[in-house]
């Protein structure tokens, strides 16, 4: 769904007033004014994490489902971050899903050990050692793994095992290692994105 840019009886409404009025009434061209505001920034953000053109369309167009549901339900108080929240986990979900298994040389420490780093990095940055937030930030972007993916991520970073200990302990073989590093790798990154972009939106709102 794509804006026409033409000016209608909605385009004087402000963002939060679509949102109250499509809650209380249910008529869908509420939130589709709304929504159109924000197809072609969407669209950005879409192509920035899926790299493909009729793929970002999809997930817009999906991004407008999810997003509308939402919306039906629940009070919003900062739309574009509420909104560009949604984008950004859709894709994030979506690119999680799609890459499949690894097979080949003995997996990498050094892959999931960057990426840790990189999480260290950002939570210096926001927050100080031992604060509330600081724990919070970093359980949400531990959450993101599934399980068998934060058990290694445990495993290795904060137990420090060896691959042959994982092994023989939880059953991993080394392609199934690697795989869930790589994943675990990908999924940090894009969550540490999303936090960026969510912050960025905040601000911006």
Known sequence: MLSSGRKNKYSKKGEK???????????EQY?????CRFTYPL????????HDADESVSAVMKIYEISGESARKSEIKSPRAWLYKHAIEHCFNVVSMKEGPVTGEFPDKGDIKSAYMKVQDYLDMISPE??????????SI???????EKILFEDVLIKEKEFTEINKIR???????KDLL??????????LE??????MAGRNK
Do not use: M, P
């Open 43 to 50: 669209l950005g953000v879409c192509l920035r994490y899926l």
């Open 31 to 35: 939130f589709a004014e709304f929504f």
């Open 171 to 177: 059953g991993f073989s080394l392609s199934e290692i």
């Open 182 to 191: 790589r994943r675990a790798k990908k999924k940090i990154y894009l969550k």
């Open 130 to 139: 031992g604060s509330a937030k600081r724990e919070e930030i970093f359980n």
């Open 142 to 148: 531990k959450n993101s793994l599934n399980d068998d």
């Open 17 to 27: 007033e679509l949102l109250l009025l499509f809650r209380k009434t249910g008529y």
């Open 194 to 199: 999303f936090l960026e972009e969510r912050k």
